[in-house]
């Protein structure tokens, strides 16, 4: 099963560290998301999947410390075992609780934000309170971030991506 990880690009240079992305919750093509994009092909549904992960990676910014870096939405894709991962409907239609960190072997590809999204990205994390408390200026804020395609890397590139970024 192919599961997309919400990671920031600090989290993805400890991923490569220790050898295992730590992500509870990911986000793959589950039975809901199925049910709920019916005209979908495999291919929209992934793309919906990862663009879940990148929603929640805006979120994992939020909760993490900038450090004087660029924030930027970071998504890992991994294939797993299917039993590694179980739905969680309660958090998205899309999300999954995984049992255990994701070995870095099984990372296949990272999609990660370009630095033209930067200021976007720093305005929908501040928003993302209010937001969250209903406020539609924010909401448009927030919603704004995902104009922004995520480049695509290859799982070989991390490692060069991470020190450059760094």
Not at 97 to 106: A, E, H, Q
Request: proline letters at 6%.
């Amino acid at each position: 099963m192919r599961v997309y990880l919400p990671m920031t690009l600090p989290a993805l240079a400890a991923a490569l560290e220790v050898g295992a992305v730590e992500s509870p919750i990911g986000y793959a093509v589950t039975p809901a998301l199925r049910e709920w994009y019916i005209e979908g092909d495999s291919e929209e549904l992934e793309y919906a999947a990862a663009a879940a992960a990148a929603r929640a990676s805006l979120r994992r910014l939020a909760g993490e410390a900038s450090g004087g870096s660029d924030p930027r939405r970071v998504v890992v894709a991994a294939d797993v075992p299917d039993r590694a991962a179980r739905p969680a409907p309660d958090i998205d239609r899309a999300a999954v609780r995984l049992g255990d960190s994701v070995d870095i072997t099984l990372v296949v590809s990272a999609l990660v934000d370009d630095p033209d999204a930067v200021d976007d990205v720093r305005r929908g994390v501040a928003a993302l309170p209010a937001a969250d408390a209903g406020d539609e200026d924010a909401s448009f804020a927030v919603d704004s971030v995902e104009d922004h395609e995520l480049a695509w890397y290859a799982a070989q590139e991390l490692a060069a991506l991470v020190e450059i970024e760094s």
